[in-house]
């Protein structure tokens, strides 16, 4: 019995025993199993971080390196005086890979010499102070022979972002400190990264100085600490990282004081850790769950202690615990697995797995979608199947090197895409192995830098091509910019000015030339820098240096930077002093040429009509000479005709001659063109005959203008008729008026043409046409091309002077065979001015005076003794003086002086427009009559009649004369001269 009850005893102690010892050996052996488990995912965690931490911190740096050769060679003063071009050159640089928010260069004094504004730690403030970049750590361990220096965080306050600075020494050719490259660096790229991969709450990603310092961290803090400064780890944790490159430990947190697992790798050349520590917490809590199920078991093997024998019990709880265990361990290993195909499959990275022979076995979603492949489509083949054909050739012994010491290699290849485009990629592959080391599967990385490469290179190319065209440039190109500074001073300038660009780079254009200023260079580079192109001719240059001088072409525009916004101006510059004297001697002999021309068309024309006068003349004398009058009177009718005709002929051969000089005395009024052209229609249509049939076309809402309507019917009379003798067949006429513009385009390609509103008249005819040839002489006068005696040359010299001298254009637009189409451009009128009526033809017979007092001043005896017989002829009591002062006197002595009658041109000192003031000043109701063989300044401006000026002009008949005084004198409250 008493056995009975100890075997009792023994099974009840068995019983509460068994399940209490099994449960402390299964919680053991439960912590052991996640506590290995854990450290070997935070190794590996570690790993895959440090990795993409070198990935990106490797770009960085390479950036760095494109930056230091872009400055190499080239001296602060010379990158001072490219300040723009090299701050441009910075910031697409710096554009180009994510994180990067800025740069700036500084000399080995720490004075900032170029800044990119894109960096946020500098956009609100000045560049800091030579002082305080000489205090950072960057700089100091830079000037103490550090190659690249990470350093930070440095948090900006505005916007409570933290940065990083990754600096690269700046050697000069001696290999001593010129200065340094830094740029700045937003975590983001890191902590996007770390925040795909840390899931678990407590988890954190830490990137540390070695002295302790938190440069970045996931989750994120307050970089600016408690204290005003960044966090730092314990000291233990500093000392613990200094002594080894990579390991793990337990620690506590100086951060946030949560205790953690904690795996860290050093960065390969960088005193720099990544660290990555998982949660104790979260490692009980795996453990908990673990263990609850362990006691699950325990319970029911105690229970089965309780009905079965201790050897059964034993035998079944050794089989259930190694089952257990096989199934724990499985459970792990699917759920590691698990983990790192997540990893895989959604990390923000191109990645492909490789099994030895380097075929695919798998790829995450950035892979396909940067190679633009299907899953299906990929798996099982060879990588080298993807690849360019050189890269691929050379894959097989890189791998196998990689292969056999299982290290990390980074090899630049270039990938095929499904369409056939080629990626330039960077590539990071590891070696996976299992616990006896056989190799399990390659991982690699690929980073395309296909569009960093083809910028790089279009930038290299664009540089050597600017450098190229600017020093090739036959004309001289000047750079300034913003400050006035130059900043371009290529070859052909330096050999027009004999000033090296060593000698101007850099300074201030008006420092040099303080005579600028002010002058329409300075208007002109001022306008540039304001975004507006000018140019400058003819500019007469003297250069200080040499002491010689030149004239000048100059086109001023303006230089953008990438965004449109103005950063400088270009100056083209052309010598032409030798083009205008060759010009200056063309001109000169053309114009001898047409002098020559003009005068031997003046003479040929004016010897044939004084021929037919002093011919017809010398017949009159010899009739006047007989006897009988009465028998010779048809004689004398005919001679004396002649000679008038002869005479008129002069006359307005006379006129046109004054109105291709554009010297005719003008009466411009408000124009409608539409009016006038419909006017003159029927006049055309009687003029130019039944064979050519006229149109007119005629715009609505035609703008008015300010021209002479007489001349201007003339003009279109004259092109009416060279129309008709260009259509001896019969043909077309058109006449069409529209609304114009003229732009600055138009009007910089013609010679004395305004832009703006005008109104156009062109005349058309389906005639003979001209050769370019022809066209270009059809306005010189006495140029024809009719048979001689069919013309004088002077039609269309005559239409040009007049449309020129009422400030238009005129325009020819012809082909020999297409007929010719001549457009009249006169200006808009503008204002409100209501237009004259014109003035009254004389009357055919003039009435009788009531002797009224004229007073004619003339100082040709002949023409004063006409004019004086003509108008004491009709009644009138005359007077007569030969200068102005003579006539002046006449004034004060005669109180019944009514018109006076004044040549323009008088001898004595006085004009007739001074005499006319003067007199009127004697006697304000004395009307004034002018006339005038040649429009003088006197009363004519700008080839108009100065307002209420009455002129007849030379030659005129003494009907002309009669009724032009009886119009005057019979008109009451006649306004008078100004």
């Not at 000018?534 to 965004?563: I, K």
Request: aromatic share 6%.
């Amino acid at each position: 019995m008493r056995k009975s009850y100890g075997s009792y005893r023994m099974l009840l102690v068995a019983a509460v025993l068994g399940p209490a010892l099994l449960v402390m050996a299964v919680a053991w052996w439960s912590w052991d199993r996640v506590d290995h488990e854990t450290r070997r995912d935070v190794t590996r965690m570690t790993d895959l971080l440090h990795q993409q931490a070198e990935r990106v911190i490797d770009s960085d740096e390479l950036l760095l390196a494109q930056i230091d050769d872009g400055v190499a060679g080239k001296s602060w003063s010379q990158i001072a005086a490219h300040e723009p071009e090299v701050r441009d050159f910075l910031e697409k640089v710096t554009a180009r890979v994510d994180g990067v928010s800025g740069a700036f260069l500084a000399d080995d004094q720490g004075v900032v010499r170029v800044l990119t504004l894109r960096d946020p730690a500098l956009v609100l403030m000045d560049p800091p102070p030579a002082k305080e970049v000489r205090e950072q750590l960057y700089f100091k361990a830079a000037r103490d022979g550090a190659s690249l220096v990470l350093d930070g965080p440095f948090v900006i306050p505005s916007i409570n972002r933290p940065v990083l600075r990754l600096a690269r020494r700046l050697s000069a050719p001696d290999g001593s400190f010129r200065g340094i490259a830094v740029l700045s660096l937003a975590p983001r790229s890191l902590i996007e990264f770390w925040k795909s991969v840390v899931a678990a709450p407590g988890d954190a990603v830490s990137l540390v100085r070695e002295d302790g310092t938190v440069l970045a961290r996931f989750p994120e803090i307050d970089m600016r600490g408690r204290s005003g400064t960044p966090p730092h780890y314990s000291e233990a944790l500093t000392e613990r990282l200094a002594s080894a490159e990579t390991g793990l430990l337990d620690t506590v947190s100086a951060v946030d004081g949560i205790s953690r697992i904690t795996g860290y790798r050093k960065l390969r050349d960088y005193p720099i850790y990544i660290v990555y520590g998982v949660d104790k917490l979260n490692v009980a809590r795996d453990w908990y769950l673990s263990l609850a199920a362990f006691a699950a078991l325990a319970a029911a093997a105690a229970g089965a202690l309780l009905l079965t024998a201790l050897a059964v019990i034993r035998r079944a709880r050794g089989e259930a615990e190694e089952h257990d265990r096989a199934e724990r361990a499985a459970f792990a290993l699917r759920e590691s697995e698990a983990m790192q195909r997540a990893l895989f499959r959604n990390a923000p990275v191109p990645m492909h797995a490789l099994d030895r022979n380097w075929r695919i076995i798998d790829v995450n979603g950035r892979w396909l979608e940067l190679f633009g492949r299907d899953r299906d489509d990929v798996i099982g083949r060879s990588i080298a199947e993807f690849q360019e054909s050189s890269g691929a050739a050379e894959r097989p012994s890189r791998f196998g090197e990689v292969l056999a010491p299982g290290e990390l290699e980074d090899v630049h290849l270039r990938y095929l895409k499904k369409s056939g485009e080629v990626v330039d990629a960077f590539e990071t592959t590891t070696i996976e192995r299992d616990g006896t080391g056989a190799f399990v599967r390659a991982i690699s990385i690929v980073v395309d830098v296909s569009d960093r490469l083809r910028a790089e290179d279009s930038v290299r190319r664009e540089q050597q091509l600017s450098q190229l065209l600017a020093e090739s440039s036959t004309d001289g190109i000047v750079g300034v910019d913003t400050d006035f500074r130059l900043t371009v001073w290529n070859q052909a300038m330096e050999a027009m000015s004999d000033v090296p660009r060593g000698l101007v780079l850099g300074r201030n254009v008006f420092y040099l030339r303080p005579d600028l200023a002010g002058t329409p260079a300075d208007t002109a580079l001022r306008a540039a820098l304001q975004g507006h192109k000018t140019s400058l001719h003819n500019r007469q240059v003297a250069f200080p240096r040499t002491g010689q001088d030149g004239s000048f072409d100059a086109d001023f525009a303006p230089l953008y930077a990438s965004d449109r916004s103005v950063i400088g101006a270009l100056i083209f510059v052309r010598d032409v002093t030798e083009r205008q004297r060759m010009e200056q001697q063309l001109r000169q002999a053309q114009k001898m040429e047409a002098v020559g021309q003009l005068t031997g068309g003046v003479a040929h024309d004016f010897n044939n009509l004084l021929t037919v006068v002093l011919g017809n003349i010398d017949m009159l004398r010899r009739c006047l000479a007989t006897a009988d009058i009465s028998r010779n009177y048809r004689d004398i009718e005919k001679a004396a005709s002649a000679a008038v005709r002869a005479a008129e002929r002069g006359a307005q051969l006379t006129q046109r001659l004054l109105a291709f000089s554009r010297q005719q005395p003008l009466e411009p009024v408000a124009v409608d063109p539409n009016k006038l052209v419909a006017g003159i229609s029927d006049l055309l249509r009687r003029t130019l005959g039944e064979g050519i049939a006229i149109e007119t076309i005629l715009a609505g809402g035609i703008w008015r203008t300010l021209v002479d309507p007489n001349e201007l019917e003339n003009a279109i009379l004259n092109l009416a008729l060279n129309a008709r003798d260009a259509m001896p067949n019969g043909g077309k006429l058109t006449i069409e008026t529209a609304n114009a513009f003229l732009d600055e385009d138009y009007a910089l390609a013609h010679e004395d043409v305004a832009a703006g509103q005008h109104v156009l008249i062109a005349v058309s005819d389906t005639g003979v046409g001209m050769s370019k040839e022809v066209a270009e002489k059809a306005f010189e006068p006495f140029f024809t091309t009719k048979e001689v005696g069919q013309g004088t040359g002077l039609g269309l010299s005559q239409v040009y002077g007049f449309v020129k001298q009422s400030g238009g254009h005129v325009k020819i637009y012809t082909e020999p065979g297409e007929g010719t189409t001549l457009k009249i451009y006169l200006p808009r009128l503008m204002s409100s001015e209501v237009a004259r009526d014109a003035a009254s033809e004389p009357e055919a017979v003039a009435p009788r005076a009531h002797g009224e007092t004229i007073l004619v001043v003339e100082d040709d005896e002949d023409v004063r003794a006409y004019s004086a017989g003509v108008l004491q002829a009709l009644g009138y009591r005359v007077l007569t003086a030969a200068d102005g002062a003579t006539a002046l006197r006449l004034v004060e002595d005669e109180p019944d002086l009514r018109l006076m009658f004044t040549d323009v041109g008088l001898p004595g000192g006085l004009n007739g427009r001074q005499v006319a003031d003067a007199a009127r000043r004697i006697r304000p109701s004395l009307k004034i009559l002018f006339t005038t063989g040649y429009a003088r300044n006197a009363i004519v401006h700008q080839g108009r009649l100065d307002p209420g000026v009455e002129l007849i002009g030379k030659p005129f008949s003494s009907a002309t004369l009669a009724a032009r005084v009886h119009q005057m004198l019979s008109r009451q409250n006649q306004s008078h001269i100004a």
